[in-house]
């Protein structure tokens, strides 16, 4: 009875522990950089200031917190669609060279984070 017990207490001690632990991995700041340069993405955005387009943080404010932010930042950068520049001017947007999904996350969840 008692080793049953044990038993019963180490399996509850490790689910609590990963409940703690939150679900997703942190962002893999160096891979969302390396992807960004690769696909010229800080031509047009950089952190704290707006280029040709919205700067990183304009994106975060537009997008952290909301339940599909993370999706519609990603479909921003996998579908080519019709965005409006800082002059006023539209333009298709360009489409991100890879279509691993790990990789897009993490560059929006690093978008995001600004």
Known sequence: MRKMSLSLLSASFLLAVSAAVPAHAAVDVDAAKSLAKKNDCLKCHAPDKDKKGPSMKKIAEKYKGK???????????????????????????????TKDPKELKNLAEWYLSH
């Open 67 to 97: 339940p599909d932010g993370i999706d519609k930042a990603i479909k921003n950068m996998t579908e080519g669609q019709k965005v409006k520049l800082s002059d006023g001017t539209e333009e298709d947007h360009k489409i991100i060279d």
